[in-house]
């Protein structure tokens, strides 16, 4: 074979091993999710969710490519460009056996190179960049050349899948996929677009976006917190729950928090006794949380004290109240307390 037509070819394979490449990494990773909304309008889009759908099959259609490339650059272009060196090696007077040598050596390294850089790793970074722009751009033709080469690409699959089950190792037809949280806001938004949604796509945004927010932003600052002084009598409490419709007040001593007291605390005090300041034991510990921790964070450490709200402590000062009803609106909506008859909290 002529030393031109070698170079041709090689050319050649390295475009088509650069192509099998990035077909397989554009295969495994689209996500259905990106690639289903197209499926109406453009065919290579199902020819594409059809290749996802039958991973093992593509990926042994790109093997085969990958390893046909290799095999024929080996053959092909070591030897060419060896040619090509060797002519001004020869004019310098070194023998055959030299100039065999380094030849050689110079036109693996150089294939080698040429092989890794621009037939691996740049269409492998392309692809892993943008895999359903590749996919959608790649897959038709490796689609095509799996039905040219069918009968050795089913061979190759078979084989191994057979392995994969010696080993009790189950092949799975499709690449799993976990979906971030844009990704899926971004299906929920289109699946309300398309009317699929109504209802539900407040709660699923709202569960969406949960751990975005922070005990510090949906906490109410404590001067704004509804309290009682240490030493409040059981009639005061009824007072207070008459007049502000809150079931639950925070008490204060020498200006600091110490607790909280729940209504229900006070309804088995005895008559004699409703004008008779509160025991200590009467109140209820909080909690507490920091500032920058998420919301679900302050929600965990509310359920495992059984407890609706809890102190947000900075510095060693209590800033804010986070209350269960606040959190609880960053999912569902507004929640209202059952004893709470205005706009205020607690």
Known sequence: MSTPLALGLTVLLLTLNAFFV???????????SR???LVKESAAARKVLWSIEHL??????????????????????????????????ESLGLSPAVVHGIAFVVALLLVVSLHVVLGEMVPKNVSVTHPEKSALKLLPALLLFEKVFYPVVAVLNWCSLGVLKLFRVQPK??????????EVASIVAASQAAGV???EQGLITGALEFSDHTAREVMVPVEDVAGVARGVTAAQIERSVA?????????????????YIHMKD???????????????WVIRPLVSVHPDDEVEDALAVMQRSRTHLASVISEGDVIGIVFLEDILEELVGEVRDSMQRDERRQ
């Open 22 to 32: 990035a077909s397989e990494f554009a295969l495994t990773g689209s996500r259905r």
């Open 35 to 37: 690639v289903e909304p």
């Open 56 to 89: 093992s099959r593509m990926l042994a259609a790109a093997q085969l490519g990958v390893t046909l490339c290799s095999v024929g650059l080996g053959a092909l272009a070591e030897p060419a460009i060896a040619h090509l060196l060797a002519i001004p090696l």
């Open 173 to 182: 037809d499709e690449v799993d996929s976990a979906f971030t949280a844009s």
């Open 197 to 199: 949604l109504s209802d």
């Open 243 to 259: 007049v502000t419709g809150f079931s639950r007040f925070l008490v204060r001593a020498n200006g600091n928090v110490i607790g």
């Open 266 to 280: 006070i309804l088995n005090v005895a008559e004699a006794s409703r004008d008779e300041p509160l025991r200590d």
